[in-house]
C-alpha cells in the first residue's frame, strides 16, 4: 500500500513571501489533516479535513494560511504571507475515516525554511 | 488545560535490553491512546494504539500498558536494537473527530 505523499520535501522562502504545500492521501482514506511540527515539539493539527468538508480548523491561523480538499483526494495548504515563525515542518495524515478515532498514518512532511 | 507529557527528555539503554517510555495524559475524556516512532528527516511511523477498554496490548517487540487510574501510558521495547533510535510520541484522542493530541515526545537513543 502506498503511504501519504507530499511535496515538496524541503522549502525555503523570504518572509512576506506564499507558499503550498501538497498531499496525497492512502488510497480511501476518507479524512484527512495537516499539522505542524516545530523543532523538539510534538505535531500540533492545523486542520482536518473528512472528504472535503473541514471538521476541524480551530488552530488555523486563518488569516494567513489556508488549506482545500476540492475532490475529497488532494489537497494543498497555503501560507500567504509567510512570517519567520511559520518556519516547521509541514506534516499531512490520512486516517481510513470510521466514526471514532483511528490510525493517522503521516507522510514524511514539507521542511520550511522562513529566511 | 489539558496535556499530554512525557516524563523524560531522552532515554538511553543497551542494545539488547528492555526501554520503557513513560507518558502522562491528563484528559479523563481520552478513550483513544496511541504511539509513534519518529526517524529523523521523517513523518510519525504508527507503532501501536490501545482503546481505553483494554489495559493492555502487545505487537511484534512492543508492548502498551494502560492504566486510566492514574492516567499513564507506557511503551515497551523488547530486546531493544540500533533500529529502535528515535523520538518517540505518545498521542491520546476522543470523541467522534478522530483528533490526536501529542506529547512532546522522549528521544530513545541505543548503546551498542
Known amino acids: 500500500e502506498a503511504g501519504v505523499a507530499q511535496s515538496p520535501r524541503y522549502k525555503i522562502i523570504e518572509k512576506r513571501q506564499s507558499v503550498a504545500f501538497w498531499c ?3 488510497s480511501g ?5 495537516w499539522y ?3 523543532l523538539g515539539q510534538g505535531p500540533k493539527l492545523l486542520i482536518q479535513f473528512q472528504n472535503n468538508g473541514v471538521v476541524d480548523d480551530s488552530q488555523l491561523p486563518k488569516d494567513r494560511f489556508s488549506a482545500e480538499r476540492l475532490k475529497g483526494v488532494d489537497s494543498t495548504l497555503k501560507i500567504q504571507p509567510a512570517k519567520l515563525e511559520d518556519s516547521a515542518v509541514y506534516l499531512c495524515a490520512s486516517s481510513i475515516g470510521l466514526p471514532g478515532v483511528q490510525p493517522q498514518h503521516f507522510g ?4 520550511l525554511s522562513i529566511l | 488545560g489539558e496535556s499530554v507529557g512525557l516524563h523524560l527528555p531522552t532515554l538511553s539503554v543497551q542494545e539488547g535490553d528492555n526501554s520503557i517510555i513513560n507518558c502522562a495524559y491528563s484528559n479523563s475524556a481520552s478513550d483513544y491512546f496511541i504511539w509513534y516512532k519518529q526517524e529523523s528527516g521523517k513523518g510519525p511511523q504508527f507503532i501501536i494504539d490501545i482503546r481505553s477498554n483494554m489495559d493492555k496490548r ?5 508492548t502498551v500498558l494502560l492504566n486510566k487510574t492514574v492516567k499513564h501510558l507506557s511503551l515497551q521495547i ?5 533500529g529502535d533510535s528515535a523520538v518517540y510520541f505518545c498521542a491520546e484522542g476522543g470523541g ?3 483528533k490526536l493530541t501529542f506529547g512532546k515526545g522522549i528521544t530513545l537513543s ?3
Open chain 1, 24 to 26: 496525497n492521501p492512502i
Open chain 1, 29 to 33: 482514506h476518507a479524512t484527512l489533516y
Open chain 1, 36 to 38: 505542524q511540527q516545530i
Open chain 1, 108 to 111: 514524511d512532511g514539507t521542511r
Open chain 2, 58 to 62: 502487545q505487537g511484534q517487540r512492543v
Open chain 2, 78 to 82: 523488547a530486546a531493544t536494537q540500533p
Open chain 2, 96 to 98: 467522534a473527530n478522530s
Open chain 2, 110 to 112: 541505543v548503546r551498542p
